[in-house]
């Protein structure tokens, strides 16, 4: 599993691999419904991305 950081330039990094991605601050609080519970949606967006659960 990745811990996820986000900068002041609102760019996310993962603090375990050199990996950058942007995201617009104003989405970082999504939600999306999924099998009946609400979620962030950019942390699930990421872990779909990069492969990792």
Request: proline share 6%; net charge negative.
């Amino acid at each position: 599993m990745s811990q996820w950081q986000v900068n002041n330039d609102n760019s996310v990094n993962t603090l375990d691999a050199p990996i950058d991605y942007e995201i617009p601050a104003a989405r970082l609080l999504e939600r999306s419904t999924r099998l009946g519970k609400e979620y962030y949606d950019w942390p699930l967006h990421m872990a779909e991305k990069n492969g990792s659960t």
